[in-house]
């Protein structure tokens, strides 16, 4: 706190966190002419924003997300001019590998379609068209032409460098230590390098912000999950679209390479608040507990030890882990590649260049959290994505300028109030 004694910086709007979220949210508001500052704990865009798997999506998204990712797509061709990060409209091919996941694809199609997106239905037969490298049999798959990619990395790169040339400014390894309330309202954060003041304070610390919305005794019901990738050295003869199944998933790279995943094969350890929102999250994880292993052990008693270190006169934990980056889980990685293998053996020949792994910060409904705070004016919260923030980030950005600056509310804005989970600006006193 070394220069708590000078005056505080000032702007119009201070955001905690500089993933895709808050960068594109900061660069919105100040194209809206606005002073914007984004702090981040480490270097901006390094934890899930960089290391996602940089599919651009429309299919098997919720329904209330689906107009967050369609307008999000002119966003992204828009950038694309502006510079290379890899973003391309290579489609995205969904799999079904029997008819139980045939007959989900298809459920979420109509629905798709009565919301106005109708992506092409492939019956078996007619998937070697697009994916001739697959020896397997597939039950069905949807194909969305428009649906594509970007290499996250330099994305995140190019939105930081299109932020800072626009006037946001950055802060780098810089932790806000608390949200700053007086009177009743947000007005700045106290940052580990002083106190900041501003009209509105955002929080889009994605796996963080639960607990930096905790030093403002607000409750945001969120836990975290772990998910590992690896990547291919360049290969030629791959697929061209992005390849979604419950096998693999795979998408080319700008480098040559491929990223290759299983979408089903995530972790999530038990925790305090695993317990403490347990009536929250367990309808969503009973519909999907094939898609997650829990895990018990040592992260529950780490939390428990974090938990206590906060205030903004202490050492806290944004400033103990400036950069979360997790063990890959290289046992599930090598069989998920063993399975691409067997399936199209145009890989059998490719060699694994790097593995890593991400935390997700997730919600109860897995929808994001775009959203004033009752209780206290000037307080907004842009997180919870769930999995799926890196192709939706534009226009989530938007939509927060948007609610920050009075602008029109985006359409559906209303499922994704903090308010929706019971526990709008309560005080738990926690
Ligand atoms: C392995 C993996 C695969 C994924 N695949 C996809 C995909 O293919 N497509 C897709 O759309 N999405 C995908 N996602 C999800 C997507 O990456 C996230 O939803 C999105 O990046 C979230 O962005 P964010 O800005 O909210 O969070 P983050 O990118 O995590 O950024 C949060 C930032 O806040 C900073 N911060 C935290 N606390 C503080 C503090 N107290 N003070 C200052 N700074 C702080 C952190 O240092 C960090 O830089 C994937 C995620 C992972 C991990």
């Given amino acids: 706190m070394a220069s708590q004694q000078s005056a505080p910086s000032r702007y119009d709007v201070a955001i905690a966190g500089g993933g895709i979220?808050?960068?594109?949210?900061?660069?919105?508001?100040?194209?809206?002419?606005?002073?914007v500052a984004v702090f981040d704990k480490g270097q901006p865009g390094y934890e899930q924003s960089s290391r996602n798997w940089g599919w651009v999506r429309t299919i098997s998204q919720a329904m209330e997300d689906l107009p967050l990712a369609l307008a999000s797509r002119p966003l992204w061709r828009q950038w694309a001019g502006e510079a290379d990060f890899g973003y391309r409209q290579c489609g995205l091919l969904s799999l079904a590998q029997d008819e139980v996941e045939w007959t989900a694809l298809q459920a979420w199609a109509d629905a798709a379609r009565a919301a106005g997106f109708a992506p092409r239905r492939l019956a078996s037969a007619a998937i070697p068209d697009l994916m001739p490298q697959s020896r397997g049999r597939w039950a069905g798959a949807l194909y969305s032409p428009e649906d594509g990619c970007a290499e996250p990395d330099l994305a995140?790169?190019?939105?930081?460098?299109?932020?800072?040339?626009?006037?946001?400014?950055?802060?780098?390894?810089?932790a806000v230590k608390a949200i700053d309330i007086q009177g009743g309202q947000a007005c700045g954060f106290w940052t580990e390098t002083g106190r900041v003041v501003a009209d509105s304070v955002v929080v889009a610390a994605g796996i963080w912000s639960r607990w930096l919305c905790k030093t403002a005794e607000i409750v945001l019901p969120q836990l975290k999950v772990t998910a590992s990738v690896l990547r291919t050295e360049p290969l030629e003869g791959g697929p061209i679209p992005v390849v979604a199944s419950s096998r693999f998933s795979v998408r080319k790279r700008r480098d040559g390479g491929y990223t290759v995943a299983q979408r089903n094969s995530s972790v999530t350890h038990v925790t305090p608040d695993a317990f403490r929102f347990m009536r929250q999250f367990m309808p969503n994880f009973l519909r999907q507990k094939k898609l997650l292993s829990v895990r018990a052990g040592l992260p529950f008693f780490q939390e428990l030890r974090e938990e206590q270190r906060f205030g903004k006169g202490r050492t806290n934990p944004f400033e103990a882990y400036r950069a979360c980056d997790p063990e890959p889980d290289r046992k599930t990685l090598a069989a998920t590649f063993e399975r691409l293998k067997a399936d199209m053996p145009v890989f059998r020949t490719a060699r694994v260049a790097a593995m890593w792994a991400g935390v997700i910060d997730v919600t109860p409904d897995a929808l994001p959290v775009l959203s004033s705070v009752g209780t206290y004016p000037g307080l907004y919260l842009a997180t919870g994505f769930s999995a799926h923030g890196f192709g939706i980030g534009p226009a989530a950005g938007q939509l927060m300028a948007n609610l920050i600056t009075g602008g029109r509310p985006a359409p559906g804005q209303e499922h994704f109030t903090l308010a929706r989970f019971g526990c709008n600006g309560e005080r738990t006193g926690k």
């Fill in 21 to 35: 979220i808050g960068v594109c949210t900061a660069l919105f508001l100040r194209q809206a002419g606005l002073s």
């Fill in 156 to 174: 995140m790169a190019f939105l930081v460098a299109k932020a800072r040339a626009a006037g946001v400014a950055f802060h780098a390894d810089t």
